[in-house]
């Protein structure tokens, strides 16, 4: 099996203040060292990226953002560039959230343009997928990841994949308190990497797919156990230090 190092994301969502993000980013430079077995990134807000850059500089923490443009620049009143983030050290970009499709009408095209713009600044997309709850109840699950996952390929090619994260987090698990079994999981997991590995077998071996939807501390090692998932991106759960902290020690056996 390829060495593929757990990555914990934090997504933030539109969560906290000044004061309370102090406090937790505080909490988490003292709990994350060298010894920390996972790659860990916070995606918060895009108003405290420049406090977090800077609160992050000479840490083991990377930074992320929840969003970007799929435009360059220009009269777009209110939209973020993908050079903006970098001007932040951004190296993460979370793109196709499953709240960005569904509340703000972001189609796959959008989805695989915004992809291209992470890219075209070297940081790393973290590609979201995942199926609604009617859609897992009427076996349609397979047919929408891979849907969502092709419109992205088809765009960038396979190759653009050696330099990217797949989230696979089903929408009726996010925020609900219901979290996929482990075996649930990974049965996904396992079908987007042999998916990737019919264009390109070792970009799909190497690849980190991580499991998203209400990870917890007490659920986040026995799903990142599982063969083919590969850490978490957090939600909840990752507002709270300890809870967070707890989930990024969580290891594979
Ligand atoms: P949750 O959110 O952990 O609160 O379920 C996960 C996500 O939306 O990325």
């Given at each position: 099996?390829?060495?593929?190092?757990?990555?914990?994301?934090?997504?933030?969502?539109?969560?906290?203040?000044?004061?309370?993000?102090?406090?937790?980013?505080?909490?988490?430079?003292?709990?994350?060292?060298?010894?920390?077995?996972?790659?860990?990134?916070?995606?918060?807000?895009?108003?405290?990226?420049?406090?977090?850059?800077?609160?992050?500089?000479?840490?083991?923490?990377?930074?992320?953002?929840?969003?970007?443009?799929?435009?360059?620049?220009?009269?777009?009143?209110?939209?973020?560039?993908?050079?903006?983030?970098?001007?932040?050290?951004?190296?993460?970009?979370?793109?196709?959230?499953?709240?960005?499709?569904?509340?703000?009408?972001?189609?796959?095209?959008?989805?695989?343009?915004?992809f291209?713009?992470?890219q075209?600044?070297?940081?790393?997309?973290?590609?979201?997928?995942?199926?609604?709850?009617?859609?897992?109840?009427?076996?349609?699950?397979?047919?929408?990841?891979?849907?969502?996952?092709?419109?992205v390929i088809?765009?960038v090619t396979i190759d653009a994949f050696v330099n990217t994260?797949?989230?696979?987090?089903?929408?009726?698990?996010?925020?609900?308190?219901?979290?996929?079994?482990?075996?649930?999981?990974?049965?996904?997991?396992?079908?987007?990497?042999?998916?990737?590995?019919?264009?390109?077998?070792?970009?799909?071996?190497?690849?980190?797919?991580?499991?998203?939807?209400?990870?917890?501390?007490?659920?986040?090692?026995?799903?990142?156990?599982?063969?083919?998932?590969?850490?978490?991106?957090?939600?909840?759960?990752?507002?709270?230090?300890?809870?967070?902290?707890?989930?990024?020690?969580?290891?594979?056996?």
């Open positions: 099996m390829a060495n593929r190092k757990i990555l914990v994301a934090a997504n933030w969502k539109m969560n906290g203040s000044l004061e309370s993000i102090r406090h937790l980013i505080k909490a988490l430079t003292q709990g994350i060292s060298n010894e920390t077995p996972t790659e860990v990134v916070v995606c918060p807000s895009f108003v405290y990226l420049s406090e977090l850059s800077e609160q992050l500089n000479k840490t083991n923490i990377k930074l992320g953002a929840q969003n970007v443009s799929h435009l360059e620049v220009g009269a777009y009143t209110g939209e973020v560039s993908a050079s903006m983030l970098n001007d932040y050290g951004c190296e993460y970009v979370i793109v196709g959230h499953s709240e960005r499709r569904m509340l703000y009408q972001e189609t796959d095209e959008r989805v695989a343009e915004k291209c713009a992470i075209s600044k070297n940081m790393t997309p973290i590609l979201c997928v995942g199926e609604l709850l009617e859609e897992r109840e009427s076996a349609n699950t397979e047919k929408v990841i891979a849907r969502q996952l092709d419109a088809d765009k994260v797949i989230a696979y987090e089903p929408v009726w698990a996010i925020g609900t308190g219901k979290t996929a079994t482990p075996e649930q999981a990974q049965e996904v997991h396992q079908f987007i990497r042999l998916r990737l590995a019919r264009r390109n077998k070792s970009i799909a071996e190497n690849i980190r797919i991580v499991y998203g939807g209400s990870v917890k501390a007490d659920n986040a090692n026995q799903l990142f156990e599982m063969a083919d998932i590969d850490g978490g991106l957090i939600g909840g759960a990752s507002l709270i230090a300890k809870e967070f902290l707890s989930i990024c020690h969580a290891v594979r056996k």
